[in-house]
């Protein structure tokens, strides 16, 4: 069964850090895309930030861009996603997702997204 399993949310003080993992099972993670999507109360979902197949630096929503770094571990089937300098506007719920694909440059849209996590509360408060 092919699985993906968010792990690392909770509760954290603005300008506290966490560390989100996504961790495949059933599947390797080496020919898919990662993507990491947030979902808060009342709102859209939104591409939160992305990594090819290939590796790379990754892709960044702006509202993120310098605070949060993406990286993928191919040999514990697991990607990362490192928030730093957290905002309460950060809360939501985070996904990840894969989408099977060797092109260089992953997508931040999450209609193509072809298996999902069940996601992990992020909440940023005092």
């Known amino acids: 069964q092919l699985q993906l399993v968010e792990s690392g949310g909770g509760l954290v003080q603005p300008g506290g850090s966490l560390r989100l993992s996504c961790a495949a099972s059933g599947f390797t993670l080496n020919n898919y895309h990662i993507g990491w999507f947030r979902q808060a109360p009342g709102k859209e979902r939104e591409g939160v930030s992305c990594?090819?197949?290939?590796?790379?630096?990754?892709n960044y929503a702006n509202s993120v861009k310098g605070r949060f770094t993406i990286s993928r571990d191919n040999a514990k089937n697991t990607v990362y996603l490192q928030m730093n300098s957290l905002k309460p506007e950060d809360t939501a719920v985070y996904y990840c997702a894969a989408l099977p694909s060797f092109q260089a440059m992953c997508i931040m849209t999450d209609g193509p997204y072809r298996y999902w996590g069940q996601g992990t509360q992020v909440t940023v408060s005092s």
């Open positions: 990594i090819s197949s290939l590796g790379g630096r990754g």
